[in-house]
């Protein structure tokens, strides 16, 4: 299995119509991907902004080429983005599961 992760850094006053909006687009889009195997946001609360992370969890590279493109290393933006004046990493990291548990 393979973890995408993808952050950006929200002001506060969108913070929750930029969750909701990241429901719509990015959250759906990969769960309608095959391969897809689920996603995890999380937020923290900064000074001035949110932390906003999108974990996607993929059976394989290839599942992820099918969702982000051949280059799978750049971030997969969508254009209403900029309405919520994100911040935000133009590059995703991947990671192997080695491990994990859930209750």
């Given at each position: 299995?393979?973890?995408r992760e993808?952050?950006c850094?929200?002001?506060?006053?969108?913070?929750d119509?930029?969750?909701?909006?990241l429901?719509?687009?990015?959250?759906?889009?990969?769960a309608?991907?095959p391969?897809?195997?689920?996603?995890?946001?999380?937020?923290r609360?900064?000074?001035?902004?949110?932390?906003?992370?999108?974990?996607?969890y993929?059976?394989?590279?290839?599942?992820?080429?099918?969702?982000?493109?051949?280059?799978?290393?750049?971030?997969?933006?969508?254009?209403?983005?900029?309405?919520?004046?994100?911040?935000?990493?133009?590059?995703?990291?991947?990671?192997?599961?080695?491990?994990q548990?859930?209750?």
């Open positions: 299995m393979v973890a993808w952050r850094r929200c002001p506060l006053q969108h913070r119509g930029f969750l909701a909006y429901d719509e687009t990015g959250v759906k889009d990969t309608a991907t391969g897809c195997l689920g996603a995890q946001v999380l937020t609360d900064l000074d001035a902004a949110a932390e906003i992370v999108l974990v996607t993929w059976e394989s590279l290839d599942a992820i080429r099918a969702y982000a493109g051949e280059d799978i290393g750049v971030a997969r933006l969508y254009p209403e983005d900029a309405a919520y004046e994100l911040d935000p990493d133009r590059h995703v990291t991947h990671y192997t599961v080695t491990a548990s859930f209750r």
